[in-house]
């Protein structure tokens, strides 16, 4: 019985859809059919012009001295076949019954007999004329002059026999309801293909022909898209993560198991301040990794408060400026007196110093890091600058990937974990802003931070 739950249309969506729309388009089909035949009149009664009358009673004037019915019925036959309906006006019965269309209603000429002239009677191609009363001895018979109207064409719909019609609307309806049927239950199967695919493992799936429709389908395929390119980016993110992170924790692991087996060889403690750089490298790398974590995940929940910016960019220089003050380079501040804004100070306050340290760390001896803030209408623009090497310009936005070293000048060992232009790149988008890096015109590498005020 399985079978026969795959042939049930109700399990499909295109064949729900098939047949509610057939239902729909026939019962108004159907209805209007009906309609139709009902208030429409197929026979008709018209007054027949005096002068066609007495041209009529002149043709029949000649075939007044016929014997009887039988020999008007043969005189008409061999003068004008076909023409001449004769009927028999005592017992209304028809003497040339093969004249009368099948579907005639023969009750029509009992009302034509009733009224006091000739008149016009018109069914379908066929016209009567009549009657026209003989008096043959003792019976009296009415004569009706038949004529033919040109056949209408074929594609009139009342010439259409009501079968034909009706088998013809059924295929008509069919076929449309299964197109639409199918044009919508086809590009969902795509979407069920691709979604399957890419459950499957194939991140690079994607829908190609739904996409091209203008439709709510297209929009839901053009989402699927979407929705896929960011699952991949970020398995590839993650990915790229982990690999980066066990590579990173390897070397200071590596380091530490090293210093640990040189002290237990030489009996002494001279490699514990080396054991102790190590683990404090260590538990940093995995402070900022944590942060990160949380920071892309979106678990961080903005404490947003008013504060004085140019306040802050004060602390924060304050506590870096022994680090500058080794290599003797000078931190110039360029802000208002004052300047408040709302956000979260704190995580505000250490992207801005991991900004500040990488300036610091990367900029030469003997030379100048600026930190800028200008406000450009609803926007505030925070820019520090060094003077150092700079960085490539096809490189600038890989600076804010976690684990991204530009250079042989930039790696692990000048004390940097790869994290903090990646944590400052999550925490500026938790607050709405962009960050970007740029070359300066002369020499070094200056970072934008762009922050909304409100």
Known sequence: MSWLTHLNPFHYLAGRIFLWFWLVLLSAVFATLALSRALVEQTEIRRLPHNVIQQLQQQLAPLADSKNSEHLVARLQQDSPDRWLVVDAQTQVVLTPQLLPRDFDQHWLTELSQLSRPRWLKHHNTSLAGPFILQLGDETLALYQKRQRPPQPWWRLSEIPQHVLMLFTLLISAVASFVLAVSISRPLRELLQRNLQFADGQLNSRVTSLIKRKDELGQLGHSFNTMAERISALLTNQQRLLRDISHELRSPLARAQLALGLTERQQNLEQVPRLKQELD??????????????????????????????????????????????????????????LEITADSRLLARAIENILRNAIKYGPPNSEITCAVTQLQQQLVLQICDQGPGIATDQLEAIFEPFYRVSDSRTSSTGGTGLGLAIVAQIIRQHGGKVYAANAAEQGLCITVQLPLH
Not at 295 to 300: C, E, K
Not at 303 to 311: A, C, N, P, V
Request: aromatic content about 6%.
């Open 281 to 338: 490298r260590l538990d940093i790398m995995l402070d900022e990794l944590l942060t990160f974590s949380k920071l892309d995940a979106g678990q961080y929940q903005l404490q947003q408060q008013r504060f004085d910016l140019t306040e802050l960019l004060s602390d924060i220089i304050d506590v870096n400026r022994v680090e500058a003050d080794v290599k003797q380079q000078q931190i110039l501040l360029l802000a208002p007196q004052q």
